[in-house]
């Protein structure tokens, strides 16, 4: 229940995502708190959606967000504030990702039929590590 609490509040106040009501995107990735300034590059399924972008999720920076959304359109990047349009990465059910994150190389097979948005934080109650959370509903985030 508190990590719950913890993780809706965290996507709640920190990230930035234009959300069109009706629409059903593809999918959503949204990198989340505990950023702290690392530079970070993600690979959908061996294509280059971004590199070396840096983002930090504490109150006193609040500009640094970032997430991506792949629809019938094409995929738009909203970071820190701004929006960017790329073609769309073509998939079946399953996402290849790899995030560099501090030129560090993770990657992870994500089942979108698990839950269409994509959730990456780097938190944890001991050392940093990245960590990746699959959610099955629509979010909303201010």
């Known amino acids: 229940m508190k990590t719950t609490l913890i993780f809706f509040g965290l ?23 505990c950023f702290e300034k690392e530079p970070i590059s993600l690979k959908i399924n061996d294509v280059i959606i971004f590199e070396g972008y840096q983002i930090a999720s504490g109150k006193e920076e609040q500009r640094g967000n970032l997430s991506i959304k792949q629809s019938e359109n094409g995929i738009e990047i909203f970071y820190n504030g701004k929006h960017q349009s790329i073609s769309k990465v073509d ?52």
């Open 91 to 142: 998939f079946d059910h399953v996402l290849n990702i790899e995030v560099t994150l501090d030129k560090k190389v993770n990657t992870y097979n994500i089942d979108l039929r698990k839950g269409k948005v994509v959730v990456f934080q780097n938190c944890s109650q001991t050392t940093k590590k990245l960590s990746v959370e699959q959610i099955q509903e629509q979010v909303f985030l201010m």
């Open 11 to 33: 996507l709640c106040s920190t990230l930035v995502y234009a959300y069109t009501p009706g629409e059903d995107p593809d999918y959503l990735i949204v990198f989340g708190n």
